[in-house]
């Protein structure tokens, strides 16, 4: 027999490893399948829950419409009325068309209409309308900010951005507690601060805070901080968040001057 025929057990060895290798394969083909499947689901059941956010973002726009007009009518009405308890109505209707504003505007796109204004000013109006709110929990809104800081922007745009941090600072410091709203300028910048002495976020929620309807409390809608977000940049500036068990600091970097950022029409 010749120095190079194959023998039975040559045959055998070949064999023996081309099964084992097409048994890999299989494994391994087996495993991709069962990847792809799990993925197939997940894309499933994220299309099913977009289609129902989709769907309640509708009924709520919708709802935020109607309840808009009423409100309007009430404040109205109050603003007319004397003493304290007519302030009273005034201020809670315009807290609750804050909340209604927050659902239209995060089906809308953000578009300034910048104006040079006073950040002392700003500051110190969104102090005064949430003292009365404050001072039921005996928390203590404190404004630092300089006279002559002054900052080209949307001023209705800022005032909601800056309601939706203080309440949220409110609503998570606890009694005797203090919220800091600041300002100051930074060579071309324009720096806005507001912090409390809550006991911070969660380390595992601060990657999520600014994605749409996620809260840290449960009193929270979700819409209140994507807003935010989406109202800084919408002005060309930044928003960065450091949290501890002391508190929590948001801090907006906005230019002096801006150009207008248009945002697509679809929703954020």
Known sequence: MSGHAITLEDLVTRFQSASESLERS????????QSLTAELEREREERIRLERLAAMGEMAMELAHE???PLGSIELYASMLDGEYAGQIVRSVRLLNHSVTNVLQFGRPIVPAPERMS???????IRVFIQPIAQQKQIRIV???DTEC???????LLH?????????????TPRDGIVCLSGQVAGSDVLIAVEDTGPGIQEERMARIFDPMFSTSREGCGLGLPIVKRIVESHNGTIAVNSSGNGTRFLITIPHSMEV????????
Do not use: K, W
């Open 150 to 156: 002054f900052v080209e922007a949307d001023h209705e």
């Open 119 to 125: 950040v002392s000013r700003l500051l110190e109006g």
């Open 26 to 33: 299989y494994r391994e083909l087996q495993g991709r399948v």
């Open 160 to 172: 909601r951005m800056l309601l939706n941090l203080v309440l949220n600072a409110i609503r998570e």
């Open 261 to 268: 950022v248009r945002e697509p029409i679809a929703c954020c």
């Open 67 to 69: 309840i808009r007009n």
């Open 143 to 145: 404004t630092d900010c």
